[in-house]
């Protein structure tokens, strides 16, 4: 591969998203970021959250970090302000999959995500998906 591609190759790459994205009920979305986030992937995330809430007219997001391998202070930061974002939007933003060595990296960038919902994994952050809403899950 000639230097030419392989700098065309590494810039695509940089700028793919890093996220899928579902609708999981009439009134949520699920997001999964995976991979390394750094500040300019976590700008298009931030861009395409926002739509899909707005196109899908949804209340919840709930943002999967299970699969995120890294993140630095800034983009820490980044997740805070999408979850401010979201929230003028009228989108109730739900963290779920945290680890330890996102959480630390979070705290010591002195990142509050005090107004967040935080659940441990993506079955709690459903199940608080449908309370936000005022829906309940019955056994039949």
């Known amino acids: 591969m000639t230097e030419e591609k392989m700098a065309l190759s590494k ?3 940089s ?16 997001t999964g970021l995976f991979g390394t986030i750094d500040s300019a992937r976590i700008s298009l995330i931030a861009k395409k959250i926002t739509q899909l809430c707005e196109d899908k007219e949804s209340s919840v997001a709930i943002i999967d970090l299970g699969n995120v391998s890294a993140i630095d202070t800034a983009v820490a930061g ?8 979201l929230k003028f939007v009228g989108v109730q933003a739900i963290i779920c999959g945290i680890t330890g060595d996102l959480s630390r990296t979070t705290v010591k960038a002195g990142v509050d995500l005090e107004g967040f919902i935080i659940v441990r994994n993506l079955k709690e952050a459903l199940a608080k998906s449908y309370e936000v809403t005022g829906h309940k899950v ?3």
């Open 78 to 85: 980044y997740i805070n302000d999408l979850g401010r974002i």
């Open 11 to 13: 810039k695509h790459i």
């Open 15 to 30: 700028t793919e998203v890093a996220m899928v994205a579902n609708e999981l009920t009439d009134t949520t979305i699920y």
């Open 138 to 140: 019955v056994k039949i």
